[in-house]
């Protein structure tokens, strides 16, 4: 990776800058086209795609956390690639959602639906952002503050009471 592209990033997260996505709602049937030509129903679902909050972080760490380890022999990969797919596609798509919506709501039916059939290199581009900003350094760091002041309070208390 150039410093360009290191600079870019750093600053991207310093600003919390935010990214457009448009995803297009395919028709279920002639009726639903229908009422998305006269403009009844809507054509496509636009997000802001930005940094995961807090919130979100749980939930989609939570999800990521049952995912098995990845083997790397060469043999196996193919193999175990269509597995995991077939396996844990719903939990990607529901990190997926969880990212494009984050808000401290859970993702409505119709963004899940709308998620399964986005572009694929849509779907990897924002899988990749919000695995990537899930931020686990922060987070690491805030439960070790946590953990000192705790015992602090602890070792005060007792003093006190002595």
């Known amino acids: 990776m150039e410093e360009k592209d290191i600079k870019k990033k750093a ?4 600003i919390d800058a935010s990214e457009e996505i448009i995803i297009p709602l395919l028709p279920k049937n002639w009726f639903d086209k229908l ?5 009844l129903k809507k054509k ?3 997000f802001n795609l930005r940094k995961i909050r807090v919130g979100n972080r749980e939930r989609i760490a939570a999800k ?4 098995p380890e990845f083997e790397r022999d060469q043999t196996y990969i193919y193999k175990r690639v ?4 077939v396996e844990h596609q719903e939990t ?10 984050n808000d401290r709501n859970e993702p409505s ?5 709308a998620v399964k059939w986005i572009d694929d290199k849509l779907f990897t581009y924002i899988l990749e952002q919000a695995v990537s ?3 686990v350094e922060n987070f690491l760091s805030s439960i070790v503050v946590i953990s000192g002041t705790a015992k602090l309070m602890k070792t005060e208390n007792q003093l006190t009471s002595l």
Do not use: P, R
């Not at 009422?35 to 403009?39: E, H, R, S, T």
């Not at 990521?64 to 995912?67: E, K, P």
């Not at 990607?92 to 919506?101: D, I």
């Open 64 to 67: 990521l956390f049952d995912f």
């Open 44 to 46: 496509e679902l636009k």
């Open 92 to 101: 990607m798509n529901y990190v997926v959602a969880v990212a494009l919506q």
């Open 35 to 39: 009422l998305q030509k006269v403009g």
């Open 82 to 85: 269509f597995q995991l797919t």
């Open 133 to 135: 900003s899930v931020d």
């Open 11 to 14: 600053i991207k997260t310093l």
């Open 109 to 113: 039916k119709q963004l899940l639906d």
